[in-house]
């Protein structure tokens, strides 16, 4: 039982808003300029831009060149099979897994950071809009259920997105990678614009472009934030607000507004129903430290706090309409979770450019969009769907391996740029399968009183096949552009490592077989959102971000609309 001795009047909003990530930070600009009294609740602490405190700290500024210990690894025994994101420079936005520990039916890598702003300052930054070969995928191939939107409904929305966050790039008239509103791009290496040649004269159904990234590139900064200085040290967090972060952009622009209550520390624990009004009132909320247990009430509320905490919140909110979790009429809830499988592709070397190097750490990469089952011609027969590659080309450093040497030879040897490669790493689509699935374990309760999250994901065969050609065409195309000791990797890729999941809530047409609408409303309850990675009904290949900042903004757009309409 719940109880609030502060009275309804004090803890009641016109929006409450679960999560502070890229979604949440968005919901909470959105609503705020538009007028309503906005709470939102995180669950972690409070972190102001600005408060990075490893950001201008070089590797002999923390102990052992920032490595963690053996004891210290102790803390993180999942985070670190994945090869990275925990080190001395970043472990204090990172979870440990001893504190918040998960179960796994099949392995998955999640990778979770709890404090304001969220995993938006750590992301890769990495912004490409889904086209209209995404959305409608689904009902081309026949796959689980069909998008309820196309490309032209979030089209401006991708529009309105990208101008206010900052995406430095190029518009490439490519139709799988739709063009947008950029800043001036980052430039390419020698050897990438090489390659970029070559791959324009031997293939017209490719092309290789400077990465997408949502960083300030233009001259005297954007929405009071700062140029980037590539520094590279981007997941430190960016005291000059360069890259886009709720913490630099959105929140503070929520805050100007006046109506921003931010409360850090709130677990939500579930949505609050009401059968009468078939509409949410509120949510339950743990606080984090003292383990009280508060209410809070609002006319709309927004679920942001990523796909798998939103998933966990829904299906923890059980009532005598929805005994499975609110919205839960399909079944849906917590399945089709998605993630794109990478750590796939090829590296090479040349002896071009010996002459060349390149200035400042560029917090960028190459992109080669999808090729793969856009037609006839590019079908392939062994699988559905594609990828595409992200990587790049730089001179190896001083860490390279050397030549047997020692003392002064070693040092003049590694004081010389070393040889030029270039890396291609693909990332492809998984399919949203029913059975690919999140579950809770009452069973398993964590200090909070919360069920823990039981995973059963994996790759099925459209995901191993594609790897196979992904692997291939990498080598393939460093060999027909010249490059020499052309070799290829895989490296393990569980679900998860790819730090992108999505679908455990998607949108869809029916309610019958999905749990939002084309307003990414819940069917049955008109008056909560979702906008964050659990809404995707299809994953695609691109990295999904950009995407869930649009669909936040169209929603609260909707929201605001229906809320003065007096239909929520």
Same mark, same amino acid.
């Given at each position: 039982m719940y109880f609030n001795s502060q009275g309804k009047d004090s803890v009641t909003y016109d929006a409450i808003i679960v999560g502070s990530g890229i979604s949440g930070g968005w919901a909470a600009k959105e609503l705020t300029e538009k007028g309503l009294k906005v709470l939102v609740l995180e669950r972690g602490r409070d972190v102001k831009h600005g408060d990075y405190p490893t950001a201008t700290l070089e590797t002999w500024d923390v102990p052992n060149r920032g490595q963690l210990t053996e004891e210290e690894w102790k803390d993180y025994p999942k985070q670190r099979r994945t090869g990275y994101t925990v080190t001395q420079f970043t472990r204090h936005w990172w979870v440990k897994d001893t504190e918040h520990p998960y179960y796994e039916t099949q392995p998955f890598d999640w990778i979770?950071?709890?404090?304001? &702003?969220?995993?938006? $300052? $750590?992301?890769?930054?990495?912004?490409?809009? $889904?086209?209209d070969i995404d959305f409608s995928a689904n009902a081309t191939d026949g796959i689980a259920v069909d998008w309820p939107i196309r490309y032209r409904d979030i089209k401006p929305w991708y529009d309105y997105v990208e101008e206010y +966050?900052?995406?430095? &790039?190029? /518009?490439?008239?490519?139709?799988?990678?739709?063009?947008?509103? =950029?800043?001036?791009? %980052?430039? !390419?290496?020698?050897?990438e614009?090489?390659?970029?040649q070559k791959m324009a004269q031997i293939y017209d159904d490719r092309l290789l472009m400077v990465g997408r990234v949502a960083h300030i590139t233009k001259q005297g900064g954007h929405n009071g934030r700062g140029n980037c200085q590539f520094r590279n040290r981007c997941i430190r967090g960016c005291p000059y607000g360069a890259y886009f972060s709720s913490n630099a952009s959105t929140i503070p622009a929520a805050a100007a507004t006046g109506n921003l209550t931010l409360r850090p520390f709130s677990t939500v624990h579930s949505i609050i129903y009401d059968d009468q009004t078939q509409k949410a009132t509120g949510v339950q909320v743990i606080d984090t430290e003292t383990l009280e247990n508060l209410e809070f009430y609002a006319k709309i509320i927004f679920v942001c706090a990523s796909a798998i905490p939103t998933a966990s919140i829904l299906m923890n909110s059980k009532s005598d309409r929805f005994p499975d979790g609110i919205g839960n009429d399909s &079944?849906?809830?917590?399945? /089709? $979770? %998605?993630?794109?499988? =990478?750590? +796939?592709?090829?590296?090479?070397?040349?002896d071009l450019f010996d002459d060349k190097y390149y200035k400042g750490r560029r917090p960028n990469g190459i992109y080669i969009p999808r090729f793969r089952n856009i037609d006839k011609a590019s079908q392939h027969k062994d699988f559905i769907r594609g990828y595409g590659y992200q990587g790049g080309g730089m001179r190896a450093g001083w860490w390279r391996p050397a030549e047997a040497k020692i003392g002064k030879a070693l040092k003049e040897e590694l004081s010389q740029p070393g040889t030029w490669g270039m890396n291609l790493t693909a990332f492809g689509e998984c399919l949203p399968y029913h059975d690919n699935k999140m579950t809770l374990r009452y069973d398993k309760l964590d200090k909070w009183g919360l069920p823990a999250v039981d995973f059963d994901v994996g790759w099925k065969e459209n995901e191993l096949n594609m790897r196979k050609d992904m692997q291939t065409q990498a080598a393939e195309m460093l060999e027909a552009a010249g490059f020499k000791d052309v070799?290829?990797?895989? /490296?393990?890729? /569980?679900?998860?490592?790819? +730090?992108?999941?999505? &679908?455990?809530?998607?949108?869809?047409?029916?309610?019958?077989?999905?749990? !939002?609408?084309?307003w990414n409303a819940i069917h049955a309850v008109p008056n909560v959102y979702v906008t964050d990675g659990a809404c995707m009904t299809s994953a695609a290949n691109q990295n999904p971000s950009l995407t869930y900042m649009a669909l936040t903004a169209r929603a609260a757009d909707h929201a605001v609309r229906e809320l003065k309409k007096m239909n929520i």
């Open positions: 979770r950071g709890y404090h304001v &702003g969220g995993r938006s $300052l $750590l992301w890769g930054r990495q912004s490409y809009r $889904l086209s +966050i900052g995406v430095s &790039g190029q /518009n490439v008239g490519h139709p799988q990678t739709p063009d947008g509103v =950029f800043q001036p791009a %980052m430039e !390419l290496t020698c050897v614009d090489h390659m970029r &079944g849906e809830l917590g399945h /089709n $979770l %998605m993630d794109h499988h =990478f750590q +796939i592709g090829a590296r090479a070397q040349t070799s290829v990797y895989e /490296n393990n890729s /569980n679900p998860g490592k790819g +730090i992108h999941e999505m &679908g455990t809530a998607r949108m869809g047409r029916d309610p019958k077989t999905s749990v !939002l609408n084309k």
